[in-house]
């Protein structure tokens, strides 16, 4: 086989991150090129994404590629994974009219019953198998039109935008990857085409909906702009598993079976992959939904608060004048005193509305621990330490019953979990997840979605499709190889 070189954007809500990866025949070699924070931003009008800040970040990656590649070297395809439900609006021109809002925005609180007044949520369900989530991009395109923006504007999801502006704003580039529409709750699950339904009784319109294609899909070259440069002149962009939890589960080297997964980052994503959506009124009071992988599969998710719980206390301390790194805090943990091993037993409901919306984070999970009946928590920054294993103790309780409800609705037996994104790397949480769930702990890459979006494109690159085993086969060889930040 010839030797293949392949670039994966990787977006984070917090952290964003341009890999290059070469296979010289016998070996794969990942290399991250650029990282850079990621973070939403507060002004009078909500809460936004800065675009510009993203494409600066995206484009100084790909010029960093350039440097560790060297001239002699060209590139063969690119791609773009990241968090879903969130979108760029669209100009007539095909510009972006504005930056995009993020999904925590409280917007959405007030569209979601106002979209349950024209579609009940039992049809919407029936409809999509898409979990009622303020986030989805429903709700969010719905508080648009409400709000007076053109109910026809076109829109993309954020990795097919940025894919989109990689080409140049080609029109041919405009596209929803699978993966991503099936999240939009937009999507007829069934038919896997955007349910006319749906957007009729919502007052939507279709003509602004992106065309739908299949991970995997060739979009074209990229930009003149960026063909004037020799290492991008021949590379081909493709859209992989856009959604980043898609990215990752798609390189866990399985088929559908007897194993669930958990995505820990600033979202935890507890699920199992099925050939099948799973529609039913089990699953739709335990508010699982229905994404679409690669092939024929179907992965069925519980959405849970995540590690945001944690960085927003850090975020929190910082401002108090304690500088915790995730490594030291750890650290911390794992030396915690007996008093702060009681912790553990500080179990409080994650999902909790107030948690999911930025500010004092700290205080907010007292608040939650006195509605659970749990005496509160000293909330010094000296104390952080038992801070963070409530929250480890209580997103392993809520994985544990997340797990249950997926068996229950599937009638599946799961004997073991893969650990995939940031969070696997977090002894002490998987630790707590094994303790609470019973189930053997495999711990995948750290840089999960990243893996799997290379993988998807060298199997395209090598065979022309997406092929699930194929896709494996190459998150195994990448998964081995030691991933490496070079200093810039």
Not at 277 to 301: D, F, H, W, Y
Not at 436 to 460: C, D, K, M, Y
Request: contains cysteine; aromatic residues 6%.
């Amino acid at each position: 086989m010839r030797p293949l070189r392949a670039i994966a954007v990787d977006l984070g809500a917090t952290s964003c991150r341009v890999t290059q990866a070469c296979w010289d025949g016998g070996a794969a070699h990942p290399q991250v090129a650029h990282r850079f924070a990621n973070g939403a931003v507060a002004r009078a009008q909500g809460l936004f994404w800065d675009l510009g800040r993203l494409e600066q970040g995206i484009e100084y990656g790909l010029r960093a590629c350039v440097t560790l590649l060297g001239a002699g070297d060209s590139v063969d395809s690119a791609g773009v994974s990241g968090w879903a439900a969130d979108y760029v609006r669209l100009g007539h021109n095909g510009r972006a009219l504005a930056d995009p809002f993020c999904y925590r925005d409280p917007r959405t609180e007030t569209a979601m019953p106002q979209v349950w007044e024209r579609i009940p949520r039992e049809r919407l369900y029936e409809l999509t198998g898409v979990q009622m989530l303020g986030a989805n991009t429903l709700y969010q395109l719905y508080a648009d039109c409400r709000d007076g923006l053109d109910p026809g504007a076109g829109w993309l999801n954020i990795p097919e935008y940025v894919l989109y502006r990689l080409a140049g704003n080609t029109p041919e580039a405009a596209v929803s990857e699978h993966t991503n529409s099936t999240h939009t709750q937009l999507l007829d699950a069934r038919s896997e085409t955007w349910s006319g339904e749906v957007f009729a009784r919502t007052g939507l319109d279709c003509a602004g909906a992106p065309r739908l294609v299949s991970p995997g899909t060739v979009l074209g070259g990229m930009a003149p702009r960026w063909q004037a440069h020799p290492l991008f002149r021949r590379t081909q962009l493709i859209a992989p598993a856009c959604h980043d939890t898609g990215a990752a589960v798609a390189g866990v080297p399985e088929p559908p079976g007897d194993w669930a997964f958990i995505s820990s980052g600033t979202w935890s994503l507890v699920g199992t992959l099925l050939y099948q959506p799973c529609i039913t009124p089990a699953a739709m009071a335990a508010n699982l939904t229905n994404e679409g992988g690669l092939g024929s599969t179907v992965r069925l998710i519980k959405n849970i608060n995540g590690l945001w719980l944690l960085e927003e206390c850090r975020r929190q301390w910082q401002k108090q004048g304690r500088e915790w790194s995730i490594p030291k805090l750890l650290t911390a943990c794992e030396a915690a005193s007996p008093q702060h091993r009681d912790a553990r037993q500080a179990i409080f409901d994650v999902d909790a509305a107030e948690l999911l919306l930025p500010g004092d984070m700290p205080a907010k999970i007292n608040r939650a621990l006195l509605a659970a009946g749990r005496p509160p928590l000293r909330l010094e920054p000296e104390h952080a330490p038992a801070v963070a294993l409530a929250i480890f103790a209580s997103l392993a309780a809520h994985y544990a019953r997340a797990l249950r409800m997926i068996e229950a609705a599937t009638g599946l037996c799961l004997r073991r979990i893969y650990m995939i994104g940031g969070g696997s790397q977090n002894e002490i949480l998987n630790r707590m997840v094994a303790d609470a769930t019973g189930l053997e702990i495999h711990r995948g890459p750290v840089e999960s979605s990243t893996i799997g979006n290379l993988a998807i494109q060298f199997a395209v690159l090598e065979s022309g499709s997406a092929n699930p085993a194929a896709v494996a086969a190459w998150a195994e060889r990448l998964g081995r190889a030691n991933t490496t930040t070079p200093p810039l």
